[in-house]
Structures are given as C-alpha cells and as structure tokens.
C-alpha cells in the first residue's frame, strides 16, 4: 500500500489532479455513482488546463451523456444551460503542439469540430480507439477508477439525424428543454468535483525516517561514533536504494500488464465528429 502511495508520487505528473464524476444512471436512481479520472498535463498540457478550468466553474454539473455508442465511446459536456454553454463555445481553446497519449479503453478526450475548436464536449473511450489518435484527438486524461460505472452508462445510439439520439444542434440551441421533453431519461452528472490529493511524494521524503536500530554498542570515541555513523548512512542509502528499485518494477509491471491488457484496436468504428459513417464494431467480436 505504502508502495502504491510512494509509486503516484513519483510519477510523471508533477501536482496530479483527481475530478471525481457522481452521476445517476438513470434519473429515477436515488443513489449516485462515482468515476475518477486523473488528469495529465503531461499529455495534454491545454486541453488538461481547460477540463480543469471547466470543472472548477461547475460546466459538467447537471450534464447529460447525450451521444453513448456501445463499444465506441460516451459523449457529453454541453450545458443544459443554453447561455452558458454559448459563452464557453465562444472560447474555443487551442489544439496542442505535443499531444501524448492514446485513446485506449478509458482514456478521455475533448471532441472537437476542427483545428482549434475544442470547447467543452468530452468523451471517454469504451473500447480502444486508437485510430482517432492521428486525427487530432489527444487525451487529457485517464478514468483510475469507476470504468464499470463507465460502461452503466445509458447507451443513446448515434445522434439524430443520423441515429435515434439526441441532435446536438438542438442542444446547443434549447439545452435541457429539448433534452427534458425528448430524451428524459438519459444519465446525468450531478457534480464533478477536482479532488487534489494529499502531496504523496512530499509526504514519503520529508518525514523522518524511522529510526535504524544501533548497530554498534556506544562509541568509545569520536573515530568510532563516525564509523557507526557511515555504518547507518550506509543502511538507509541501502533502503532507499530497494525502495526505488521496488517503485520502478511497479511501473515497469503497471505498464507491461496495462500493454498486455489492451485488446486489437477496433479501426472501423465511428469517429466522435463523424455521424455518418457508420461503425463496423459490432460485426467484430
Ligand atoms: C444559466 O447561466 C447563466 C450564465 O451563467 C446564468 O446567469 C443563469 O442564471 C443560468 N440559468 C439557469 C436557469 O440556471
């Protein structure tokens, strides 16, 4: 456990951030449920800086996962709210000049309608999709827990026209009044929340550590007391030392069993920006 904690701190984001999505299936549930994504501005410096923007201002509070494609990725991030979402689509930010990352299976996105037009609307991964990394949709951070509320999610088929689902153009138009009337029953978030946890790393080396038991009886002299003293600096540089190798074969076996995990990537569905062509997921099993 302890491992785990060092392991976050070290990692490649300087202060990680955590946003906690609470989120009802369906509307009629009393409870809610929680999925957690970590952002990384390590992959996506611009895009990371918005989502976190948008959370703070309480934008995906109330938001409807309007677009959900099974075995292909849910959609959302339009307010129901239609003044406030016009005053955020009027702030487009900028597309990143290094994008890391992947869309696999979790990974989460912004849509996009272009260069330079990413606003609010995001999308998580259900499946890899890898093929939508060389058309301009760099991640922005990952789903660390809750992937199974992911998949809860209510599926909607593609957006009208194309599909049974709800237009976007009418959404961005009407808001919730369209949605309310036409598709009442669509999960929703409740509040996103940026969790910003416990400084682990800074925790892990600014306390003292424990103390080592003597291994030499009380020195008789100054020249002994500095032997005992190299004796014990010896011991912890020895501790560090396994701790760091423990951490990096952590990582090392994270990232292989992650890479062991990740399926074929399915080359034929439809891209988040394209209704029209139509997906060739579900023929592959
Ligand atoms: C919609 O958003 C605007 C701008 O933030 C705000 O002034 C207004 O009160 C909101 N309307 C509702 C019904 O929440």
Known sequence: MMLLWVAFGVGPVGCEQLIDFDIKVAPSDDRTRRFTVRVREDWAPIGAARLVELVGAGHYDGCAFFRVIRRFMCQFGISGNVTKQSLWRRRPIGDETTARGSNRRGMITFAHAGKNTRSTQLFINLVDNTRLDKENFPPIGEV????????????????????PGPNQGLIQRRGDAYLLENFPDLTRIIKATIRRPPQLFETATTTTPPRLP???????SATSESASRQMTGAIQFAALAAIFFAVVSFYVGASLARHRRSGPALLDVESPLVPGRSGAADKES
Not at 214 to 220: C, D, K, L, T
Request: no cysteine.
């Open 144 to 163: 660390v827990a809750g992937m199974d509320v992911v998949d809860a999610i209510r599926a909607t088929g593609e957006g009208a026209p194309g599909g």
């Open 214 to 220: 003597q291994i030499v009886e009380a020195p008789a």
